[in-house]
């Protein structure tokens, strides 16, 4: 099959994308391509009830980002919100360290209503993205409960935010327990996009509670070694360090080298090629015996116009890899 190039919009482009780094990949590629011919397909693992609302970071922080509307410091939220109900909580003595401001409270209790009223999470975030004007799909990797827990060495067994926000992601990971995600079902729409997709990204997401939850889910992992159409990974990993995140303490925890051929490690199964960074280049003959195709460029995003040429660096490898 023949991808997508940086000059044409033929076929759709399907990434597998969580948070900050997928939101901010996903933001290259709607430079670069229709952005209607794009589905992200998003962790649903971090999702939680905070202060009575269903939170779901990851489809909160695709959503705001490609909407003009996220945080551009913390790369989370929305930018300019103010924090007047956590902390009205906390003056009554609630735990608030989930820090939610208040037009994202309203998102999250504005899908929490609908939810009550039997709207499906897949309905209710199509309905939101195109509230903010965007023609890029995202898809919830489930509908069903799918809580990614931490296990640490001293015997707790931690929900993923608890690990991240609360707990400041310790080092002391002993296992990341996905067994919710492993006995839900695809979200509406997902095993289809990959099916007719004629190019799959795996976003610069963190390996393990990012992009690992939406491996887990029973056939999407199946249907990417079946896809005809070329898939590239971007590694999350950048000279022995995450870009952003604790991947680093979670690929340890579960026993993967914390580096661009670790994370390839994880995804040879289905990956065609893989991009890494330039300061990663050295690693790309031990990635290449994999059976994998390498670019090597600068995948820091630090500005949109990064994060362009980075998404035209994933088709060009995607249309060595066809």
């Known amino acids: 099959m023949n991808p997508p190039s940086a000059h044409s919009t033929d076929g759709s482009i399907v990434a597998l994308a969580g948070g900050v780094g997928a939101a901010r990949m996903l933001l290259g590629f709607v430079q670069v391509v229709d952005p209607a011919s794009i589905t992200a397909i998003v962790n649903t693992g971090d999702d939680r009830e905070f202060y009575g609302v269903h939170v779901s970071p990851d489809l909160d922080i695709v959503t705001y980002t490609l909407a003009g509307r996220v945080d551009p410091e913390k790369g989370f939220g929305i930018a300019g919100d103010t924090f007047s109900i956590v902390d009205s909580l906390a003056e009554r003595g609630h735990e608030t360290w989930f820090r939610l401001g208040d037009r994202d409270f309203a998102q999250c209790l504005h899908r929490t209503l609908r939810l009550r009223a039997g709207d499906g999470l897949a309905q209710i975030t199509d309905d939101t993205r195109r509230a903010h004007g965007l023609a890029t799909r995202v898809l919830p990797m489930s509908e069903d409960p799918c809580a990614t827990f931490v296990e640490l060495d001293d015997g707790r067994v931690i929900h993923f935010e608890e690990y991240l926000v609360r707990e400041r992601s310790p080092d ?94 994880r995804y040879r199964d289905f990956v065609d090629g893989m991009v890494i960074d330039q300061r990663d280049a050295g690693l790309a003959n031990d990635i290449e015996a994999m059976g994998l195709r390498v670019l090597a460029t600068d995948t820091l995003m630090t500005r949109p116009e990064v994060s362009a040429r980075l998404a035209e660096s994933v088709l060009q490898l995607a249309q060595g890899s066809a």
Do not use: F, M
């Not at 327990?177 to 795996?202: K, M, Q």
């Not at 963190?206 to 491996?215: E, F, M, R």
């Not at 029973?218 to 995450?242: D, E, H, M, Y």
């Open 172 to 265: 002391n990971v002993k296992s990341v327990d996905l067994r919710a995600a492993a006995g839900a079902r695809p979200g509406p729409g997902v095993l289809e996009a990959i099916a007719s997709a004629r190019c799959i990204v795996i976003c610069p997401s963190n390996p393990v509670v990012s992009i690992g939850p939406i491996l887990e889910i029973p056939g999407i992992r199946q249907a990417l070694c079946n896809s005809p159409a070329p898939v590239v990974a971007v590694s999350p990993i950048v000279g022995g360090a995450p870009i952003k995140g604790p991947a680093d303490r979670l690929l340890r925890g579960t026993g993967s080298e914390v580096s661009a051929r670790g994370v390839a490690e």
